[in-house]
């Protein structure tokens, strides 16, 4: 769904700062359990989808090195087997 998104801005979800992120996700999160009557929605965190996405950069290029710098981290030289 968000492949067929037009992409005119940077980012998908454009938002003016991370709080504001993260709260309108719980409300959004929040409606959905309510209408959808699941629970278990309330398992899903602004991080799920984080680790999620670098699970997938991992099984597509099978090396630490691409997932680190996709998750921001400042020092990829000295990475660790960490998905073993």
């Excluded at 067929?4 to 980012?11: F, S, Y």
């Excluded at 003016?16 to 959808?36: E, G, Y």
């Excluded at 984080?50 to 630490?64: H, I, S």
């Amino acid at each position: 769904m968000l492949k067929n998104l037009p992409i005119d801005q940077p980012t998908v979800f454009p938002y003016k700062d991370t709080d504001s992120a993260s709260k309108t996700f719980r409300v959004m999160r929040q409606r959905a359990i309510h209408k959808l009557e699941i629970n278990e929605l309330r398992k899903i965190h602004e991080y799920t989808f984080r680790n999620w996405r670098a699970t997938v950069e991992y099984q597509e290029y099978g090396k630490e090195g691409p997932v680190m710098l996709l998750l921001g981290h400042k020092k990829t030289n000295k990475c660790t087997n960490t998905f073993s």
